[in-house]
């Protein structure tokens, strides 16, 4: 299944929540209907509904919890997505799906074989929608930086390597500040072309994920300002600015925040449950 419907699976006997409105729902057929037959054999709606419970309600019901704590959050905040929005996301998540799909396909038939009913994929949708709503309250452009780095390589953690590649960084913050070239001080110091071709760019980063020193210097550098060497998991790094988060064009803030929210969805759902009361009988 495509990852558009791969957000939270809230399983379609969730109607317990009367959040999804009656069309969502697929009709029920009677217990002797005849779901699928093998080798004449048939099986019945009631064969199904039978085993349902015994075999996924454990399943189930933890997808309801999720559901139910980001619901929970969601109140809290007062934060809010209409019935309409939910719908416009669903029928737009249907099409991308049916896009893929060989011309002719029934495409409730194939979500069916998924296990993504219409009702399910709707409170995937709220939840996701909900969740978005969320930790965009949570975003900053300011707690955000674009940049490029040098990586001197350490050869191995024996201490006259260590002070060699030390020495090594040194010579090229030297090299840059004295004015030389970022791009030629960069292939000056790194063999791998795919580096080198895209200028050392790592991209927008949370200023937090940076070693505390760095996080310093960011604090008072200008867009193209140049950091001092600090070594790190990957060898001494030296690290250039070259853009802010508050002063990024909306175009690219709108791509940032995105990136922010489909990055930052797992982690902030696992915080949730670690506070909720969850009380299981």
Do not use: C, H
């Not at 979500?111 to 995937?124: A, D, E, I, M, W």
């Not at 050869?155 to 070239?181: R, W």
């Amino acid at each position: 299944m495509v990852s558009i419907f791969a957000f939270i699976a809230v399983a379609q006997t969730a109607a317990a929540f009367s959040d999804i409105p009656a069309d969502y729902f697929s009709a029920k057929g009677k217990p002797t209907s005849v779901m699928a037959k093998v080798n004449g054999v048939s099986i019945t709606q009631a064969d199904v509904e039978k085993l349902v419970w015994d075999w996924q309600s454990q399943a189930i019901l933890n997808e309801l919890i999720d559901y139910q704590i980001i619901r929970n959050e969601a109140k809290r905040q007062s934060v809010t997505v209409s019935v309409q929005e939910i719908r416009a996301a669903v029928q737009n998540a249907i099409k991308q799906y049916s896009e893929s799909l060989p011309p002719g396909t029934n495409v409730e038939k194939e979500l069916k074989k998924q296990g993504f009913t219409r009702s399910r994929v709707y409170l995937s949708w709220q939840a996701r929608l909900l969740t978005d709503r969320l930790l965009l309250r949570k975003f900053d452009p300011k707690e955000f930086i674009k940049v490029s780095t040098i990586v001197i390589a350490i050869p191995s953690k024996q201490a006259t390597d260590v002070e060699a590649a030390g020495k090594k960084a040194t010579q090229a913050y030297n090299d840059l500040i004295s004015g030389k070239q970022w791009n030629d001080v960069l292939s000056a110091n790194v063999t791998d072309p795919n580096v080198v071709s895209s200028g050392g760019a790592i991209g927008w980063r949370l200023m937090s994920a940076f070693p505390a020193e760095v996080q310093n210097e960011f604090k008072v550098l200008k867009v193209g300002g140049i950091t001092k060497p600090v070594q790190t998991n990957y060898g001494f790094q030296i690290f250039r600015i070259d853009a802010l988060g508050k002063e990024a064009p909306q175009a690219e803030l709108n791509l940032l925040k995105a990136d922010y929210v489909r990055s930052s969805q797992p982690g902030f759902v696992e915080e949730l449950r670690k506070k909720a009361k969850v009380e299981r009988f």
